[in-house]
């Protein structure tokens, strides 16, 4: 165990154009210019001192509301500022768990589904047990006033936001992200840990690695609760996360769904890609040269 620390967390709130889709752009609002925001990670009893600054060219004012925080708005009074204004405050992270982070101006909804949500982990005394991998993945929605794969720079939707009927459903802030540009790799015989969150801010995520039972699910991201185990698939509220954690045990392509699988068409999906030798007592392919050519997941 280790005692009490302080721990600095430096926000810049920074409005980007990036890739979305396949030649699809967008105006993002980020912490840290990513979406999700960067993976905060503290101890049960530290002090977080939380920086926000908003950057000049912002167009909009931000402020930050972290759920692991006992104090009003989570934070958002204290960090309500202005472009190129520089805001503050500090709390003590007294309860142990997985949970989210937001821009909570009003209207909040607008802020979330443009990008500006994260995680901040309290973890207990003692830390948590090793695994070889952890991944970061948060599940989100963008509301574009154009179709699903139209090309170019996509403007938002407030109507279609008010409505809750979003064009894309996002892992880790664009289309097919976790898929094609960046797919969480690991080998036969590691453990995963993957920190998985809704930022929404308006769907709930029945989240599912296709091919794999998870070992061990902290429900909610509560670390203080014995862990389920033997899981399919885990329902994540908005502003709510989880912890799965699974032993790998033969190679492939392990897909990462919403269990509401409409969603794959609209960008929700990624792959876990597993290297290794083959386990026929675990898993064995009677025709394997027919399944490479299957269209199947």
């Known amino acids: 165990m280790r005692a009490p620390q302080r721990v600095k967390v430096e926000l ?14 967008y105006r993002y609002w980020t912490f840290n210019s990513k979406v999700p925001g960067p993976f905060v990670r503290v101890r049960v009893g530290d002090t977080v001192e939380v920086h926000l600054k908003n950057d000049d060219n912002s167009a909009m004012m931000h402020n930050v509301d972290f759920h692991a925080v ?36 009003p209207m909040a909804a607008q802020h979330i589904s443009n990008g500006m949500y994260g995680m901040i982990l309290v ?10 991998h952890e991944f970061y993945v948060m599940q989100g929605e963008i509301y574009t006033e154009q179709k699903v794969g139209a090309k170019g720079e996509l403007t938002e939707s407030y109507d279609k ?31 995963v840990r993957i920190f998985f969150g809704v930022g929404g801010p308006n769907k709930t995520s029945s989240f599912h690695v296709i091919g794999e039972v998870f070992d061990r699910y902290y429900n909610l991201g509560s670390l203080t609760t014995p862990p389920l185990r033997d899981v399919q698939t885990i329902t994540v509220p908005p502003g709510g996360a989880g912890v799965v954690e699974f032993k790998l045990q033969v190679p492939g ?42 269209m199947s997941h």
């Open 123 to 132: 973890e207990p005394e003692g830390g948590l047990p090793k695994v070889d």
């Open 70 to 105: 006992t104090g009003p708005g989570g934070g958002a009074k204290a960090t309500e500022a202005a472009a190129g204004e520089a805001r503050s405050f500090e709390f003590v992270a007294a309860n142990p768990g997985l949970y989210v982070y937001h821009c909570a101006v």
């Open 161 to 191: 936001l008010l409505d809750e009927k979003p064009e894309y459903f996002v892992f880790n802030g664009a289309a097919l992200a976790l898929a094609k540009d960046m797919p969480l790799k690991a080998k036969v015989g590691e453990t």
């Open 12 to 25: 810049d709130t920074v409005e980007v154009t990036g890739n979305l889709a396949d030649g699809a752009t």
């Open 253 to 294: 392509k392990f897909m990462l769904v919403d269990h509401a699988l409409s969603r794959v068409e609209r960008g929700l999906a990624g792959v876990l890609d597993v290297s290794g030798p083959d386990d026929p007592n675990v898993y064995k392919d009677h025709d394997p040269a027919k399944s490479a050519h299957s």
